[in-house]
């Protein structure tokens, strides 16, 4: 009998052993990171301004107590993992952590996996998705004080959680263009994909907050008054049914309650077919005292870039949007003079036409023997012009002429479409319009965004240095003007039309 119950204890020692290493083969420790709390983005309306700080707080910090719940995905099941993981180690400013995932045991770790995590609200698995319930309690037994959602995905072999908004934005700006006063309740866009609005708030013109409320399931939101020629703004959040995917609107209409009565909209910009998760949607609807429709004055559908005939004299037709850019108001890419990609960082050291970084030595596009080889070329050839790579033959980078014309033959002025900043050329002769957003400039980071705005030419003058291209530039607070600037900079580039229509 004592043989038997010490070869049982031994038996029970060895298994326990065993199961002990088995948890500690299928523990992976993590680095979490907290976005920023601007929403962590220089693309278009993902960050909001203008916004007073206690009608849109967007301040994600982890706090003691707070969990994740795993999730992992493999061959297309998805598995959850046997308990939430709890935070350790959090810095100063609650944007770090780190977390320990015991992988579920029905995983094999030989094989490659993808992680999910979310925190900020309850999910759980919906066939072969992750879905997120409608709810801002914090994944916690003890804490139930709220936080924005967040979540994250890696793959096998990643140690870094990178956590990012579940939600996305919705900034609607409702002008009232009639002559009577309106009351307004916003009942959200006809989508493909089940989402839910979760709160709503509502900012008069003059800032002041007049409602907020938790609404679910696709809720109408307060009511707003908005008085003849006044303005307000109605800022929602909403919750994607599922994590994975972001939210398609299909012929997207604006359901709303106008004094108390139901209206649609005509069709809104198919610019906002997509809404990515973590980012801001500044649209703008107008009233005018029978229907509601929707502010764009640049483009006739949602299908860019659209050829823009202003009447000049020279018979040139713009582009209503940047290289790099998917509607008028995105910001685009950045591209030195005379590269044809974009680039993350912009120096003198990896400029293309600089050998070894030496503004004294260039390569191509030089007239003076003090600044490189001589090769007289004063114009992008196709091959260096960055409208023509990326947008095919029928595109080209403006001369500086061209520049010029549209500046003299256009009403200029600084203004706001749909949030963005930028100059609006409105034409003389026959009234359409371009806008150029304030995308900044790029030189050791990126400078100026939403308060600059600067365009390359394709050529540049004589009389000028070599190591300097011609730019088309403005200000929120300066005006509009031209100027050289360093090549190795980088700019925005608005093309011009050079095809047959």
């Known amino acids: 009998m004592k043989k038997f119950s010490l070869l049982l204890l031994l038996l029970t020692m060895v298994l326990l052993t065993s199961c002990e290493e088995d948890i500690e083969k299928r523990q992976v420790t993590f680095t979490a990171t907290m976005p920023s709390d601007d929403l962590s983005s220089s693309r278009l309306g993902s960050i909001i301004s203008g916004m007073p700080a206690n009608g849109f707080n967007l301040k994600a910090q982890w706090k003691e107590g707070d969990e994740i719940q795993i999730f992992v995905r493999q061959d297309g099941i998805i598995y959850q993992?046997?308990?939430?993981?709890?935070?350790?180690?959090?810095?100063?400013?609650?944007?770090?952590?780190?977390f320990m995932v015991t992988l579920p045991k029905s995983v094999n770790r030989d094989k490659d996996y993808e992680i999910i995590g979310v925190t900020g609200v309850e999910a759980q698995i919906d066939v072969s998705n992750v879905v997120a319930l409608c709810t801002m309690n914090r994944v916690s037994a003890e804490r139930f004080?709220?936080?924005?959602?967040?979540?994250?995905?890696?793959k096998k072999g990643s140690n870094q959680a990178k956590f990012r908004h579940l939600c996305t934005y919705e900034v609607l700006n409702v002008n009232n263009v009639s002559d009577a006063s309106i009351t307004f309740k916003h009942s959200g866009f006809q989508a493909l994909s089940r989402w839910y609005i979760y709160s709503t708030s509502i900012l008069l013109s003059d800032?002041?907050?007049v409602g907020e409320q938790d609404v679910k399931n696709d809720a109408e939101s307060d009511e707003i008054t908005i008085p003849a020629g006044g303005t307000g703004t109605i800022v929602s959040w909403y919750i994607p049914h599922t994590?994975?995917?972001?939210?398609?609107?299909?012929?997207?209409k604006l359901k709303a309650v106008v004094n108390g009565k139901d209206v649609t909209s005509i069709d809104a910009m198919t610019s906002y077919k997509t809404q990515a998760r973590g980012n801001a949607y500044y649209m703008e609807?107008?009233?005018d005292g029978t229907a509601l429709y929707f502010s764009n004055e640049f483009c006739p559908d949602g299908n860019h870039p659209h050829i823009i005939d202003l009447g000049l004299p020279t018979g040139t037709k713009w582009a209503c949007c940047n290289v790099g850019a998917n509607i008028p108001i995105e910001y685009g890419d950045y591209f030195a003079w005379g590269e044809t990609a974009p680039k993350s960082y912009f120096a003198k050291y990896n400029y293309k036409w600089y050998s070894n970084g030496d503004d004294h030595n260039i390569t191509k596009y030089c007239f003076n023997s003090n600044f490189g080889t001589v090769d007289n070329?004063?114009?992008?050839?196709?091959?260096d012009d960055a409208a023509?790579?990326?947008w095919g033959s029928e595109w080209r980078m403006p001369s500086i002429r061209q520049l010029y014309e549209l500046k003299d033959n256009c009403t200029t002025k600084w203004t706001n479409v749909n949030g963005v900043g930028g100059f609006l050329f409105k034409s003389n002769t026959n009234g359409r319009a371009i806008f150029l957003p304030a995308a900044g400039w790029a030189y050791n980071g990126v400078h100026d965004i939403g308060?600059?705005?600067r365009y390359w030419s394709c050529d540049y003058d004589y009389d000028v240095r070599p190591d300097l291209g011609y730019i088309l530039a403005f200000q929120s607070q300066g005006g509009l003007t031209g100027y050289y600037c360093n090549r190795y900079y980088g700019s925005s580039i608005r093309p011009v039309f050079v095809g047959q229509e």
């Open 81 to 98: 993992a046997e308990s939430p993981a709890a935070i350790n180690d959090i810095s100063s400013d609650g944007k770090l952590c780190s």
């Open 388 to 390: 023509f790579v990326n």
């Open 377 to 383: 070329r004063t114009e992008l050839e196709p091959e």
């Open 451 to 453: 308060g600059d705005g």
């Open 207 to 209: 800032g002041s907050i």
């Open 145 to 154: 004080d709220e936080i924005f959602p967040m979540w994250f995905t890696c």
């Open 243 to 252: 994590i994975i995917a972001d939210v398609t609107i299909d012929n997207a």
């Open 285 to 287: 609807v107008n009233w």
